[in-house]
């Protein structure tokens, strides 16, 4: 903190290097990193690439086990490194067919008009949209 006015906690390092917060258990002699969130050590080479958002895991003796979230700072996307629950349900974007967002093969959302103006999952499937069409209610 190096304001008064301002209660904030600055982790301050060159492009290119990793700046890391490491949750630890133990003592001050002995500690062991449980969890990282780091500024990665991508270059910043212009159009805001580099220093993405890290989220990594440690074993029991501190060794690296997995990458489990990283953000890309240039374009916002987030890429889980294992899988992904979601305990209250998974919402999908919705679209109209008028508004469908870019085809991007994987992409998976909710067309409101999309199976002869009734509403339909769609998934793009080797550069085309595809309509799953919704079957009785469950």
């Not at 080479?45 to 003796?61: K, P, Q």
């Not at 979601?86 to 919705?94: D, F, H, V």
Request: with cysteine; net charge neutral; proline share 3%.
């Amino acid at each position: 903190i190096d304001d008064a006015r301002f209660k904030a906690a600055r982790l301050v390092g060159e492009g290119g290097s990793n700046r890391e917060l490491s949750f630890q258990t133990g003592n001050y002699a002995g500690p062991t990193s449980r969890w990282i969130l780091r500024c990665n050590n991508a270059a910043e080479s212009g159009g805001n690439a580099g220093s993405n958002l890290e989220i990594l895991s440690r074993d029991d003796t501190g060794a690296a086990i997995a990458l489990l979230l990283s953000v890309n700072r240039a374009t916002g996307v987030f890429t889980f490194g294992g899988q992904v629950y979601a305990t209250n349900g998974l919402r999908l974007p919705a679209y109209t067919v008028a508004t469908l967002p870019p085809v991007v093969n994987g992409t998976i959302i909710y067309v409101t008009d999309g199976d002869a103006g009734a509403t339909c999952i769609a998934v793009v499937v080797s550069g085309s949209w595809k309509r799953i069409s919704l079957g009785a209610n469950i």
